[in-house]
């Protein structure tokens, strides 16, 4: 097996084994292209060994190749139902998903695409779903890519500090979920095509996986809570998710090692040191200000 890419044999070898999480498989022809060709994982004594971080560098380096997860989706068949129709009976067999080139927007204000403004209704809304293929141009500075689904549906709760208030006139786009019909593929791709004409921010949990969305989502801001409104916070009831969240501790801890400066420093090490995380929709509830901290480009 030769190549670059990954083809069909290699991406349903690698989605099987890496869904069962077990780091040693007895070689093949597949672990020996990952190895030669991408340097990920290593081949001893009859066995392909891989690391949580070659892991995630799979699931990335897919991600980047082919716009699918790689734990999640088939592999990608580039004829849509409607093509297929045209030939076949059955319409669904080998297709991509309805949804598989749209996205979800929304703003607090207008949207401005396309050099036309599209005014939003007055009723509580997710926003708009859009097909990313129609997309030429978006007339708004930043674009917020939004992790959980309940800020779309509660935009105007979202609270910004007096000095990133320009946000309001923002286009917010939805992450996406991890489902068959909407993967996070998509979004990330509509975010990414922007990178050098937009300012691209970065809204997520103030959580161990927050960090590494901002991180990996390739953008020049986040928007967070201020340290000091996260020292204030409180809500009853324990809080576990930083210590269930062991695999984005890791790879914040080796993404910390590696650089320099990477713009998360004081708000992980205070998530470290008071074991507090803080979801979005706390933020909204609690009315928490939130404030644009650069970062850094990460590898």
């Not at 990954?6 to 597949?30: C, D, M, P, W």
């Not at 849509?80 to 607090?108: G, M, P, Q, Y």
């Not at 286009?171 to 909407?182: E, N, S, T, V």
């Amino acid at each position: 097996m030769s190549g670059y890419l990954f083809n069909k044999t290699q991406y349903k070898f690698f989605a099987e084994q890496l869904r069962k999480g077990i780091n040693r498989v007895k070689k093949n022809k597949s672990c020996e292209w990952i190895v030669e060709v991408h340097r990920l994982g290593k081949i001893e004594y009859g066995q392909w060994v891989y690391t949580e971080i070659d892991r995630r560098e799979i699931l990335a380096l897919v991600k980047s190749q082919l716009n699918v997860d790689l734990l999640y989706d088939d592999f990608p068949d580039d004829t849509s139902r409607i093509d297929r129709a045209s030939t076949f009976n059955e319409e669904k067999t080998r297709t991509l998903s309805v949804s598989h080139d749209f996205v979800l927007v929304n703003s607090l204000n207008t949207l401005k695409l396309n050099q036309q403004i599209v005014a939003l209704n007055g009723f509580q809304s997710l926003g708009l779903y859009i097909n990313v293929n129609s997309v030429k141009t978006i007339e708004h500075g930043y674009i917020v890519l939004v992790e959980n689904l309940s800020v779309m549906a509660n935009l105007s709760l979202v609270k910004l500090s007096a000095e990133c208030a320009f946000l309001k006139d923002a286009i917010w786009l939805y992450r996406g979920d991890i489902k068959a019909q909407q993967t996070t593929a998509m979004a990330y791709q509509f975010f990414r095509r922007f990178k050098g004409t937009h300012q691209l921010v970065c809204f997520a949990d103030f959580d161990p996986k927050g960090l590494e969305i901002v991180l990996t989502s390739d953008a020049d801001y986040s928007l967070m809570p201020t340290l000091s409104d996260i020292k204030q916070f409180t809500a009853e009831g324990a809080d576990i998710d930083y210590f269930k969240q062991t695999d984005s501790r890791s790879y914040i801890n080796k993404k910390l090692s590696d650089s320099a400066e990477i713009g998360i420093e004081p708000f992980y090490i205070l998530m470290s040191e008071k074991r507090k995380t803080i979801k979005q929709e706390h933020m909204l509830a609690k009315a928490i200000a939130l404030s644009l901290s650069k970062i850094n480009n990460v590898q």
